[in-house]
């Protein structure tokens, strides 16, 4: 059985760079057939679909979101990690990292508990 665990920073400053890891343990990030993902929910709205990293290290970022993204991978740790650069306010939100069959899905196979982030001054 996969399991995801979020880490990073529960609160970030406006502007700054805000970074999550994704801890997978019961399967390999490189194990073919998966993209390993980031999705968000904001306070009032939806689950937003961030970006992926495919098996083979190939990254997919959401359209609105891909001049702000990243996303990386550790091989020898099994993790993989979001980066979102020049945070506002409007970025507060639980961060779940997940996994899935396909691309951009916000109702994926697995997912973590989330994380919830700030930015705040």
């Known amino acids: 059985q996969v399991q995801l665990q979020e880490s990073g920073p529960g609160l970030v400053h406006p502007s700054q760079t805000l970074s999550l890891t994704c801890t997978v343990s019961?399967?390999?990030?490189?194990?073919?057939?998966?993209?390993w993902s980031w999705i968000r929910q904001r306070p009032e709205k939806g689950l937003e679909w961030m970006g992926a990293?495919?098996?083979?290290?190939?990254?997919y970022r959401s359209a609105s979101l891909k001049s702000r993204t990243s996303i990386s991978r550790d091989t020898s740790k099994n993790q993989f990690t979001l980066q979102l650069s020049s945070v506002t306010p409007e970025d507060t939100a639980v961060y779940y990292c997940?996994?899935?069959?396909?691309?951009?899905?916000?109702?994926?196979?697995?997912r973590g508990q989330g994380t919830q982030v700030t930015v705040s001054s």
């Open positions: 997940a996994r899935d069959t396909v691309v951009g899905s916000t109702s994926p196979v697995e």
């Open positions: 990293i495919g098996s083979s290290g190939a990254t």
């Open positions: 019961g399967a390999s990030i490189t194990t073919t057939r998966y993209y």
